[in-house]
């Protein structure tokens, strides 16, 4: 993906990216957050239930590491976080239309997004994006490089 835009007209928002070109928040430049540490960061989420069901104890220790947790849900709260207003936004149940605009607007924002091992893929499955310098450290929190159990 080279080209994304997220219209969001219920919260007057328009995230618009182009490979080299950078990421726009209602056609004013925008960046993810500056965050480095786990425990100063702000962490959106779609559906705590998945979460509990597909991650168990992984997702309670990541609560207990992280700042503040709220559920945003979908594409918003992956555009909260290229626009720094959160750090990290996880999607357990991802559909391409979900997430390819996704990935040239977190990239171009200064973040990244990937699937839970660490890969940038558009077909669906999950989905992590953060700031850029927590992404590591969320994938490891997931277990990244685990056997997959729950939901895909």
Known sequence: ?????????????????????????????TRASSKTSLVEATVVYSDCRHLEQRLGQRWTALQ?????????????????V????????????MNPWDVAALVPILQESGGRISDWTGAVRVDGGDAVSTNGHLHDA???ALGRGEPRTGLR
């Open 138 to 140: 969320v994938l490891d």
């Open 1 to 29: 993906m080279v080209v994304g835009v997220c219209h969001l007209p219920g919260v007057g928002e328009t995230l618009a990216a182009a490979r080299g070109l950078g990421c726009t928040w209602n056609g004013v430049p």
């Open 82 to 93: 290229a626009t720094g207003r959160a750090d990290v936004m996880l999607d357990p149940v």
């Open 64 to 80: 207990a590491t992280t700042g503040l947790q709220r559920g945003w849900g979908d594409c918003y709260g992956h555009c909260l």
